[in-house]
């Protein structure tokens, strides 16, 4: 059982838009702003999508976006692409003892 | 251009201790956190724990009374005991740098514990 909760996946088609939500507590997601966002292809490590909540690292395409509302966060994937399939994890602060948390992870199907 | 590369024991019995290490090759190895992550077969990820540069640890609290990592600044490496372990902690173990933003991450060790 993963601290922070997330949809077991979510699908698009080319083009469209997808959101993924990432829900934890007042404990984590709503009482930092240190969410972060991993995608990982299969077999692979993952990679650094969002950080900071709404922060992208260089490299990182315009169309990944993240934001925050009370203690759900969420990242937003626009002009969905064959190559974003992949699973997507979300990260939170989570204090002084309990440091961090990830979610469940969330399969993201291009159809 | 940041490369973590890591090591170890991919196969465990019940009770063994784990044992990891993660190289850094390029860039700083001061002034950064470098985290250790698991991830079981077909599961989410799992904060373990991370070392500052200067020794200083953080670790999951479920995890706590068996984990420890420590650091080797000479050879810009750290490493992850993990004692005691049962099936339960078989697991892919990634290393990575950063706490806020993990930018940087070892391929992977996958890790099985079997009798």
């Known amino acids: 059982q993963s601290a922070l909760t997330q949809p077991r996946s979510v699908s698009g088609s080319p083009g469209q838009s997808v959101t993924i939500s990432c829900t934890g507590t007042s404990s984590d997601v709503g009482g930092y702003n240190y969410v972060s966002w991993y995608q990982q292809h299969p077999g692979k490590a993952p990679k650094l999508m969002i950080y900071?909540?709404?922060k992208r690292p260089s490299g990182v395409p315009d169309r990944f976006s993240g934001s925050k509302s009370g203690n759900t966060a969420s990242l937003t994937i626009s002009g969905l692409q064959a190559e974003d399939e992949a699973n997507f994890h979300c990260?939170?602060?989570?204090?002084?003892?309990?440091?961090?948390?990830f979610g469940g992870g969330t399969k993201l199907i291009v159809l | 251009q940041v490369q973590l590369k890591q090591w170890g024991a991919g196969l465990l019995k019940p009770s063994e201790t784990l044992s990891l290490t993660c190289a850094v090759y390029g860039g700083s190895f001061s002034g950064y956190f470098w985290s250790w992550i698991r991830q079981p077969p077909g599961q989410g990820l799992e904060w373990i724990g991370e070392i500052y540069h200067s020794g200083r640890t953080n670790f999951n609290p479920s995890l706590k009374s068996r984990v420890t990592i420590s650091v080797d600044t000479s050879k810009n490496q750290f490493s992850l005991k993990l004692n005691s372990v049962t099936a339960a902690d078989t697991a892919v173990y990634y290393c990575a740098r950063g706490q806020f933003q993990r930018d940087y991450w070892g391929q992977g060790t996958l890790v099985t514990v079997s009798s």
């Open positions: 990260c939170s602060y989570a204090g002084t003892y309990t440091h961090w948390v």
């Open positions: 900071d909540v709404t």
